[in-house]
């Protein structure tokens, strides 16, 4: 099934304990598209950059089979940049610089090859801009998940929450979970966030793994207790990428295939902390992704008889 | 198989934000002995009361099955109070009041009847009152499980890996795991620990689940995403006895039968967080506790067939 994908394509500057970067691919859509094209599904993303921005790197994301005709290019405009800096628990960081650029006036525009998308998969942006998306679509695709984060609810609330009430399944965090329902138990919250329109809301917890909810039931995923965490950057991008890209190439949106989805997400997500950037997404082939996938399940089995 | 409990038998006085009490049976033992009585093992206690130890509380414990012979009366002495007030998280709490009383003496003698045992449950003590209940044993037990807390780091921190080098298991919580090892990865500070003694170590996060470990491999237990935690003061003490309680009611001490163990214990623990102190433990019947880990065994499973 095809797969559209709106999100930042984007230059990463990124510091940690480990060592620091240039200016190196990033952006949403990047670590979406390619979590995605691991998984062999045809993914088509929408993004703004500047002439600034490689044809090497267009030429990676077509040399994994992404299609790259809705990035729209300003010749004179400058990409997208965030630089940042990892403390040593890896867990926090500082944002060092945020250059909007191209980004500042983004206004995306769906090619006529991507308005039949069944899955649609919209990255962390404005509200605004993930709603017009929405719009450009001829038929309302099969499953549009949504990614956002804490910046939108305290500055876009209203179109935040129209928005919400448009899509399928809502991925955010804890603390974004709690902030967007005001209530601090994680099960509530996901009773009210499901009340605002998703059917599906995925909480992410980092190294705590993840929650699935829908009205009636949850999952509870783990994630992979890992030695080192070289680079955390993009790996909610990749586990959404993973997620959605799962759902796609199977074409089953039901509970318990979301609940496989998620496991594929975080088994991705896995490998792209394991290196700076998308280095490692870019050589995860089909023996490493089963060898993790592996992992996961024994990780969490276990049998028990009840009397 | 028998189970012998060291740990304190007390007063808590708690507020939540749902209200308060006066002093209530609380202490370590206390709530591990209930929670593997619930799985109908035989369980002694060691510890140490005031006068002011109301006749009944020890009826309860024996009415539950537990032997109370070697928990020693101090006549003129005041039993261990402990007050506390939970943030409006539930997860933070402020201790109000810390009275040691007959505590501060505790030189506990293991009664004859009590050295034979098979199962050793260690909870919350100084190191040093630890040790001397494992060398009161005639033959050393077939498994010593191991409570212990930061406190314990920063002052006896030479006796502490004395005890730990003696015990079987080391249930801690995660941020105790990276003081104990000067890790932040919890996989790492494993490594470490499991370095120091223990075959097993247990690392309990809370609402987040908890991490079991051995040298080779590592299960990852989910906890249930309560809608309320009314007071969450014994959940520690009650996993822990759910996971001796299971151990000892099947006298099998494998990695695959510690797995079913870790989620007997986050079961039995999730009810004592439903009302104050023991109340809810000592209402659960076979059924509530069937029901509770069909939800837990529900909420982990997946299946996904490797190409």
């Known amino acids: 099934m095809s797969l559209v994908v709106v999100g930042t394509v984007a230059f990463d500057a990124i510091e940690t304990p480990f060592g620091k970067t240039d200016k190196i691919l990033g952006g949403a859509a990047t670590f979406i598209g390619l ?14 950059i500047g002439g600034d921005f ?15 005709s809705g990035i729209k290019i300003i010749p004179d405009g400058k990409t997208f940049f965030w630089a940042g800096r990892y403390h040593n628990d890896m867990n926090t960081r500082d944002t060092l610089v945020t250059e909007l650029n191209v980004l500042a006036d983004f206004d995306p525009v769906l090619p006529e090859s991507y308005k039949d998308c069944s899955y649609l998969m919209l990255g962390n942006l404005t509200p605004q801009i993930q709603k017009r998306v929405i719009q450009q679509c001829a038929v309302r695709p099969k499953l549009i998940v949504m990614d956002t984060m804490n910046f939108w609810m305290n500055t876009a609330w209203d179109d935040l929450m129209e928005v ?23 099960a509530r919250a996901a009773k009210k966030i499901i009340a605002m329109g998703p059917k599906f809301l995925v909480i992410k917890k980092g190294e705590h793994g993840a929650l699935l909810f829908n009205k ?12 080192e965490v070289f680079d955390p950057t993009g790996a909610g991008d990749t586990f959404a990428g993973g997620f959605i890209g799962y759902l796609a190439k199977t074409d089953d949106i039901s509970f318990s295939n979301m609940k496989r989805a998620i496991i594929y997400g975080s088994a991705m997500a896995s490998f792209t902390v394991e290196q700076f950037g998308t280095e490692r997404l870019q050589t995860v082939d089909n023996a490493d992704l089963n060898n993790r996938l592996r992992l ?12």
């Open 164 to 186: 919400i009430s448009m899509v399928d399944v809502l991925t955010i965090n804890d603390e974004e979970a709690r902030q967007l329902s005001g209530e601090y138990s994680l």
């Open 296 to 307: 996961f399940t024994d990780m969490v089995r276990f049998d028990i008889t009840l009397g």
């Open 216 to 227: 009636d039931n949850v999952f509870f995923a783990p994630a992979l207790p890992l030695e």
């Open 35 to 48: 979590a995605a094209s691991k998984l062999n599904v045809k993914t088509k993303i929408v993004s703004v």
């Open 54 to 68: 490689p044809q090497e790197h267009l030429d990676l994301l077509n040399d994994n089979g992404i299609e790259t």
